[in-house]
């Protein structure tokens, strides 16, 4: 080939290639603060919500930042192995936005309840993606999986993984057969109170799931309309659950005291040898597949204590 139809062919041979090169299509994701437009697939990725890092775990990614509250034992052990090397930005409440911003992320993944009054300068930093999913239900959890997935450009690999977590599920189910119709309830105590998580909550989702309904329900009781709800002994007496399980913040809590007194012996659970300690951070913070599926294993496990 002489020089001049080298001349004439490169360009022709340039702009076939560009014809056969496959274009990717930009990710397009409506979330609580309008519509996220992202190029191409994230790849260094900050997760405000301990919920987010199981997503990202769930389909292969680890992030680049967490917002542990600077306690890395916050994130349960599984997610912990597989996120090893990532650099805390803070408190998920109060995230440091010079750390974020120092990470040089591609995705911010945030929650509307904490971070809504600080997405502009999170999107300043990145682009950033904004869930509530601190008051979610196990339900609508599962659909927010989806949207994270398709935010990361693995929306496949999350239904995948979905499918996979409703055979586990199925299976605890079929294998705890709550016959008996117990009810079950989850709570969180400190030194400062006790919470108990209602109808509308992660947990209770979960416990559904596995067939055991909540007595504390909006309609039974005007103090069960909000997720959480500060509970004193009388009150969890009142809807005396069949099973009470229990995540400790401190040493002592404060169900420790109530522990002395006669109103928690008259507890069912408490006289069926049913009240159970659990891991607080899995039952309470972690909110996704893989707490799921270790709530529901340890659920198992204990009943069958």
Do not use: C
């Not at 775990?57 to 306690?71: E, F, L, S, Y």
């Not at 690999?157 to 979905?162: A, V």
């Not at 005007?222 to 399980?245: C, F, H, R």
């Amino acid at each position: 080939m002489n020089a001049r139809s080298a001349r004439i062919l490169l360009p022709a041979l340039t702009l076939a290639a560009a014809w056969l090169t496959p274009v990717r299509a930009e990710i397009r994701v409506r979330h609580a603060q309008g519509e996220l437009v992202l190029s191409e697939p994230p790849k260094r990725v900050v997760a405000l919500e301990f919920s987010f890092v199981d997503a990202l775990v769930a389909v292969g990614m680890a992030p680049t930042g967490i917002a542990d509250d600077r306690q890395p034992d916050r994130i349960i052990e599984p997610l912990r192995d597989a996120v090893k090397g990532y650099t805390s930005v803070g408190s998920r409440y109060q995230p440091s936005l010079e750390t974020i911003a120092a990470l040089k992320p591609d995705l911010i993944i945030a929650d509307q309840r904490l971070h809504q009054g600080v997405y502009g300068e999170l999107k300043a930093i990145a682009p950033t993606l904004i869930i509530d999913v601190r008051s979610s239900t196990y339900q609508e959890d599962l659909q927010t999986l989806q949207m994270v997935a398709r935010a990361l450009g693995k929306e496949e690999l999350m239904r995948q993984r979905l499918r996979r977590h409703a055979q586990v599920m199925d299976k605890h189910a079929r294998s705890i057969e709550n016959d008996q119709k117990l009810t079950a309830v989850f709570g969180v105590t400190s030194d400062k109170g006790s919470w108990l998580h209602t109808e509308a909550t992660y947990a209770a989702g979960v416990l559904k799931r596995l067939g055991f309904d909540t007595p504390l329900k909006p309609g039974r009781n005007q103090m069960w309309s909000e997720p959480y709800a500060k509970t004193g002994l009388e009150q969890l007496l009142a809807v005396n659950p069949d099973i009470l399980l229990l995540g400790r913040y401190s040493q002592p809590s404060q169900i420790d005291n109530w522990a002395k007194t006669p109103l928690w012996r008259g507890l069912k659970a408490v006289q069926n040898k049913r009240v159970y300690w659990v891991d607080g951070n899995m039952w309470a913070r972690s909110r996704g597949l893989i707490s799921a599926e270790l709530m529901t294993a340890q659920l198992q496990s204990l009943l069958r204590q």
